[in-house]
């Protein structure tokens, strides 16, 4: 497998009033085309920081971040903006659906933002939804479904634009443990049929278990868990 995304000497560090707190202090990793990787840590630690960094959505203080080749923090604002269109799909803790927006709409929408033709997006939306067993909420608002439902349809979001790199914010953190286990077999085998890179923070072990490689961030250090 080759290196897909790489970051070296990766430094970042906000004001907390006076003091400066360092989240990430010169980290570094490779990962591979298609590897899963879950990346631990307490909270605070800088796991969000590090896939906001990843995603070209915050820049590092310091060092550089690649993907497939590209160095994101050569490319102006716009730039990483559709880079993370075309090529990032992001699922979160607590799902972040758009409540006014049917299941359709919401997984439609990385297809509309990366101007895609309307019936292939909608033909595209459609297999995604049957592909997570939801093809019969197309026009079903997300209040009307559970806790695993909406974290599906985040997942046929996050997917359906065929990403390069898929970043996991804590996915299972809002779900109880059999629905959690439900949501990352389903995680775990799409984004391995589709040969997706795929980075999850998490604080759960049993989370962390369906990874090929297993990190932990630490002192603002990235360091092996096995």
């Known amino acids: 497998m080759t290196s897909f995304l790489t970051f070296e000497n990766l430094t970042k560090a906000y004001l907390e009033g006076s003091l400066r707190r360092v989240v990430l202090q010169n980290a570094q990793a490779s990962f591979a085309q298609g590897e899963m990787t879950a990346i631990l840590g307490k909270s605070g630690s800088g796991k969000s920081t590090l896939l906001n960094l990843i995603s070209g959505i ?3 203080d310091s060092g550089r971040v690649w993907v497939q080749g590209k160095n994101l923090a050569a490319l102006t604002e716009q730039e990483r903006t ?3 269109r075309a090529h990032i799909g992001f699922i979160f803790q607590f799902f972040n659906l758009i409540p006014t927006l049917t299941v ?29 067993g939801l093809q019969d909420r197309w026009d079903t608002f997300p209040e009307k479904l ?14 359906v634009h065929d990403p390069l790199l898929i970043l996991a914010d804590e996915p299972t953190g809002n779900l109880d443990e059999e629905t959690g286990a439900q949501v990352l077999s389903l995680l775990s085998r799409l984004t391995r049929e589709q040969n997706r890179t795929l980075l999850m923070v998490t604080h759960s072990l049993e989370a962390a278990s369906y990874a090929d490689r297993v990190l932990r961030l630490s002192h603002g250090q990235l360091l092996p868990e096995r």
């Open 146 to 159: 559970s806790g695993g439902e909406q974290q599906r349809v985040a997942i046929a979001r996050a997917l």
């Open 104 to 132: 359709s709409e919401n997984v439609l929408l990385p297809l509309e933002l990366n101007r895609l033709p309307r019936s292939l997006a909608r033909q595209k939306a459609r297999d995604m939804l049957a592909v997570v």
């Open 58 to 60: 915050d820049e590092p």
């Open 82 to 84: 559709l880079f993370r």
